[in-house]
């Protein structure tokens, strides 16, 4: 069964620094790792895709890393601004071919102007 | 671009009532997915579909049920429904079984009294 933490918990940071942000999952015979974004009370959007295959995928100010050997992903913001304040979730496959995605329980991020 | 459209946004039930929840997948995607997300929860995996075929069971009741129609579009059958199934309940759309990455809709949020 997959598992996927994410560290840290929850950060809170003054605007314009770069954050890092961890994702470790159990299951290594994943195809593909999904980060997300929710604000509070509403749904998920879908920030980054990486396919078993890549190391890194990159959008804008975001860049996601994956290392299936180690079982570790992480989300990388650059020079972060107030409006990134929301809750970041990654997002697994289950093991053994499962279609459904296992999330972490979020990291919730505070940029304070 | 088009999204996955959920119906209906917002749901009020009583307990022991049903309730049927509707999702609309993106053009062209042939796996549909369920999730529920409780109060200050991570979404877990309910149910998901490929081609009509249910693809995946995670942790769906046996008091719900689900299934996919010719035209892709999904329901979610909920009966005697009970005071913590108040949620957020979301669908997502993917291509090929999820090797795309998974779409979420805007959710339908449900309260049950």
């Known amino acids: 069964k997959q598992e996927v933490t994410q560290i840290p918990a929850a950060l809170s940071v003054p605007e314009g620094e770069n954050l890092v942000l961890n994702c470790s999952f159990t299951?290594?015979?994943?195809?593909?790792l999904q980060w997300f974004r929710q604000d509070p009370g509403k749904g998920l959007t879908s920030l980054l895709l990486?396919?078993?295959?890549?190391r890194e995928q990159t959008s804008g100010r975001l860049n996601a890393s994956l290392d299936k050997s180690s079982g570790r992903s992480t989300l990388y913001i650059a020079a972060s601004q107030p409006g990134d304040s929301a809750t970041y979730l990654c997002a697994a496959p289950g093991g053994g071919g499962a279609d459904g995605l296992t999330f972490g329980k979020g990291t919730h991020l505070i940029i304070q102007p | 671009a088009a999204g996955v459209i959920q119906s209906p946004r917002h749901l009020i039930k009583e307990k022991r009532e049903t309730a049927t929840l509707k999702c609309y997948p993106i053009?062209?995607?042939?796996?549909v997915y369920w999730y529920q997300q409780g109060p200050g929860q991570d979404p877990q995996f309910l149910i998901s579909?490929?081609?009509?075929?249910?693809?995946d069971k995670g942790s769906i009741p046996d008091r719900f049920s689900a299934q996919q129609f010719s035209d892709y579009h999904s329901e979610l059958n909920m009966s005697s429904l009970e005071l913590g199934d108040s949620a957020l309940y979301f669908c997502a759309s993917s291509l090929r079984r999820g090797q795309g990455g998974q779409y979420f809709g805007p959710g339908t949020r449900l309260l049950v009294l």
């Open positions: 299951d290594s015979a994943i195809y593909n």
């Open positions: 053009p062209r995607h042939d796996t």
């Open positions: 579909f490929y081609e009509k075929m249910q693809s």
């Open positions: 990486i396919q078993s295959s890549q």
